[in-house]
């Protein structure tokens, strides 16, 4: 696992493998997070389904951060707030426990994550 390979499939095999495990440690953290604070994930699923409705608007090739960005700014305020406002506690919880769309929550949940609480990998060394 250490340097990198002359094999291009054995060096794409090492990426997944790392991806893998870094995304099962956000995976993890959130959970965690989630299990702690059940107001607070409703929120942010609220706002996640939110930015997801957003950015269905928006031209095609936009991606969920020009979503999130464009919805959070100034000028865009009111109609940010109608559409947070408009979304009951019974969609916010089918699109928190979807399987498409659960791990968008899982992502909006790390903006609210200051640098300390992000996860960090270790190193042994170090």
Same mark, same amino acid.
């Given at each position: 696992?250490?340097?990198? %390979?002359?094999?291009?499939?054995?060096?794409?095999?090492?990426?997944?493998? !790392?991806?893998?495990?870094?995304?099962?440690?956000?995976?993890?953290?959130?959970?965690? *997070?989630?299990?702690?604070?059940?107001?607070?994930?409703?929120?942010?699923?609220?706002?996640?389904?939110?930015?997801?409705?957003?950015?269905?608007?928006?031209?095609?090739? %936009? %991606? !969920?951060?020009?979503? *999130?960005?464009?919805?959070?700014?100034?000028?865009?305020?009111?109609? *940010?707030?109608?559409?947070?406002? %408009?979304?009951?506690?019974?969609?916010?919880?089918?699109?928190?426990?979807?399987?498409?769309?659960?791990?968008?929550?899982?992502?909006?949940?790390?903006?609210?994550?200051?640098?300390?609480?992000?996860?960090?990998?270790?190193?042994?060394?170090?």
């Amino acid at each position: 696992m250490v340097g990198t %390979s002359a094999n291009e499939d054995i060096q794409r095999l090492r990426l997944a493998l !790392f991806a893998r495990y870094i995304d099962q440690l956000y995976t993890d953290t959130f959970e965690d *997070w989630a299990r702690t604070r059940p107001e607070e994930l409703m929120v942010v699923a609220q706002e996640a389904l939110a930015v997801t409705r957003w950015h269905r608007g928006m031209e095609a090739g %936009s %991606s !969920f951060l020009d979503a *999130w960005i464009e919805a959070h700014q100034e000028q865009n305020r009111d109609k *940010w707030y109608e559409i947070l406002h %408009s979304l009951d506690d019974q969609e916010v919880t089918q699109f928190l426990k979807t399987p498409a769309t659960e791990e968008i929550v899982r992502n909006c949940a790390f903006a609210r994550f200051t640098p300390w609480k992000c996860p960090r990998i270790r190193c042994w060394w170090k």
